[in-house]
């Protein structure tokens, strides 16, 4: 197991010394050293085969979240992120849990299967059709199949078909006869895999039931892709020299109550778990908009917006965090073959199976969870921001790396930390 000693205080190190650090304690290879030393990202000529009218490459900074503990094993987690405290937050949360338990988190898949569907019109006997779909199952499984054999080969493939009638009401005039594919898409995300699947049904359907064709598109609501991540903390972890742990621990617990209670705070208790899943799930070259799709509409499942991730308290006076959202990541395919970044992210991760990849994401969101409520309960948010908000300032307005760090300590003690107070200072610093 690679040495955590040499990762102390790696945020005071520079870009150079960090990765040599993680050279020195065998993290990670010469070769991939030699990666992040060069920042050999993506190529022009990659680059213009992957979308269309390619001009540039717009740069996200990458870096790596600390201290995680998942299900007894230690990782360094890659995030690509623009936003400043995330990873900070994340690596803080994730020692939090490492030091009550030293299993750390605990995660599982509840399930891995994509959801695919196809919406056909005017039918005009929608109970005949529905029973004459249910008779034919196996028959369209098949078929469904032999569309893509080397799934099936892999020891997955489409798995089961279910179908719903849904009748025009005042609000909506159409009808509708939808059939829902479930696919084991193994490694893959499956996205082209299903959507494959899907086309090679439509005649045979229309030709079984009537109808017309509307559509026929996977699911981005993967609801039989589930992650569960949960975590406890105990109370005297939490303390400060201001709050007691336990104060903290039930600050904690009514922050996640409040966020059951009001849409407005569930969303951005939502937003700031994203914030570590999609640095993570972009990092490793899946899909993340398909992944925010996803979680939001199971945050909505009740028909009420909730929060993603909980916290309660167990009878040992423990704080307990749970969080169940869709992760259908993959391990294979789309940009993960053919990003550099992509490659070393899942090299970093130990490169594990698509399973355990989205045990690490809720993993990740759990923490971040944990950091945010943290703050907000104790000091309050914005002091882990201000620190990177004032370089960002001082990087606008021009200032050199030399200049960046004795500039930072005297913009934050300034009372107002904007753009023009960060040139006053600058002007100042130059004489």
Known sequence: ??????????????????????????????????????????????????????????????????????????????????????????????????????????????????????????????????????????ELLTIANLAHPSIVKRGGGATSIQVKWIPANESNPDSFLVVYLTVDT??????????????????????????????????????????????????????????????????????????????????????????????????????????????????SQSGSYQPLATWSKDEDGNLVGEIVLPMPVGTVGGSIAIHPMAQLSHQLLGSPQAKELAQIIGALGLAQNLAALKALVTVGIQKGHMSLQAKSLLIACGATDEEIEPLTEALLKEPHLNQETAMTLLKAYRG
């Open 186 to 299: 193994k490694e893959a995300m499956g996205a082209n895999m299903l959507n494959t699947m899907l086309e090679s049904l439509v005649a045979p359907l229309e030709a079984l039931i009537g109808g017309q064709r509307l559509m026929a598109i996977l699911s981005n609501y993967a609801s039989q892709s589930l992650v569960r991540a949960t975590c406890v903390v105990k109370p005297q972890i939490l303390a400060s020299v201001t709050y007691s742990g336990e104060l903290v621990r039930d600050k904690i617990i009514s922050a996640s109550n409040f966020a059951r209670a009001d849409i407005y705070r569930a969303t951005t208790h939502n937003k700031g778990i994203m914030n570590g899943i999609d640095a993570l799930v972009l990092a490793s070259g899946n899909d993340w908009r398909a992944i925010e799709a996803g979680a939001h509409a199971y945050a």
């Open 1 to 138: 197991m690679p040495d955590l000693t040499p990762l102390a205080k790696f945020y005071k190190k520079t870009r150079q010394e960090r990765i040599d650090t993680l050279e020195q304690a065998e993290w990670i290879s010469e070769a991939q050293a030699r990666i992040l030393r060069e920042s050999l990202g993506l190529s022009d000529n990659t680059a213009s085969h992957m979308i269309e009218n390619q001009l540039s490459l717009y740069q996200i900074p990458y870096g790596i979240a600390l201290n995680f503990v998942i299900n007894g094993k230690p990782y360094l987690i890659p995030m690509a992120t623009e936003e400043p405290s995330v990873i900070a937050a994340a690596s803080n949360a994730a020692k939090l849990v490492s030091l009550s338990n030293p299993d750390g988190f605990v995660t599982e898949s509840l399930d891995r299967q994509m959801v695919g569907q196809i919406a056909l019109t005017n039918v005009t006997e929608p109970d005949l059709a529905m029973l004459k779909v249910q008779k034919k199952e196996e």
